[in-house]
């Protein structure tokens, strides 16, 4: 079966811009997680999703940064105005429920470079 | 407050040699451990996980990785390493969330 995908795989920007990053989990998979990857540094957890509603948005580094789930799948990760540090990569997983048992299976990423 | 520290930035060993990588962690209560793998340009790939029971724990590609309380250590080994193994690799804890140390790059000379 399908994997998590992500898009795009890449994407440049002006600093202001806002930009949109895609997330399509395994089908069924309740549970969503976004992360970023800065470079030398390990996973970076941002958010949450149980179903569509995010239980944990305690990672979300500022009030720049939105995420929403609809339909209990596809999710969408909002940077607004970006800004240089924000240039990292962007990881989603999903997993089949939100218990801490459950593997999280991760999508190959979205890199983001603000110019 | 939950960590994973894994000391060793880069490894490099030769194709044929053992390999172990490093990961400690802090967690008040029994730990959910997991060892992730990311190839270049892919995402995170399990390795493998320990939730409870024999310490030692076999997982994919023929690494292991033995859990010690005593020492807070969840290290990753190989006995034998091939150059498909060069990767970054993870170690994890599960608390509230998972916790991510900041990765081991592994270089496989031939």
């Known amino acids: 079966g399908a994997g998590v995908s992500q898009s795009p795989s890449n994407k440049v920007t002006e600093k202001g811009k806002d930009v949109e990053l895609r997330c399509d989990p395994i089908?069924?998979?309740?549970?969503l997680y976004w992360y970023r990857q800065s470079l030398g540094q390990g996973l970076e957890f941002l958010i949450y999703?149980?179903?569509?509603?995010?239980?944990?948005k305690s990672g979300l580094p500022s009030d720049r940064f939105s995420a929403e789930r609809t339909g209990g799948s596809v999710s969408t990760l909002t940077i607004q105005r970006t800004q240089q540090e924000d240039s990292a990569v962007y990881l989603c997983?999903?997993?089949?429920?939100?218990?801490?048992?459950?593997?999280?299976?991760f999508g190959p990423g979205t890199r983001l470079t603000v110019t | 407050a939950q960590s994973v520290t894994q000391p060793d930035i880069h490894i490099t060993v030769s194709e044929g040699a053992s390999l172990e990588l490093r990961c400690n962690y802090s967690?008040?209560?029994?730990?959910?451990l997991f060892w992730y793998v990311q190839s270049p340009g892919q995402g995170l790939q399990l390795l493998l996980k320990?939730?409870?029971?024999?310490?030692l724990v076999q997982g994919i590609k023929g690494f292991e990785a033995e859990f010690k309380r005593s020492q807070s250590s969840f290290n990753l080994r190989k006995p034998s390493v091939h150059w498909s193994d060069a990767a970054e690799y993870f170690c994890?804890?599960?608390?509230?969330?998972?916790?991510f140390g900041t990765g081991t790059s592994l270089t496989v000379i031939p």
């Open positions: 967690y008040g209560a029994t730990p959910y």
């Open positions: 320990y939730f409870s029971g024999d310490t």
């Open positions: 999703f149980q179903g569509n509603s995010a239980p944990d």
């Open positions: 997983a999903s997993s089949p429920t939100g218990g801490r048992t459950y593997e999280q299976y």
């Open positions: 089908s069924g998979h309740t549970a």
């Open positions: 994890a804890v599960v608390a509230d969330q998972f916790y």
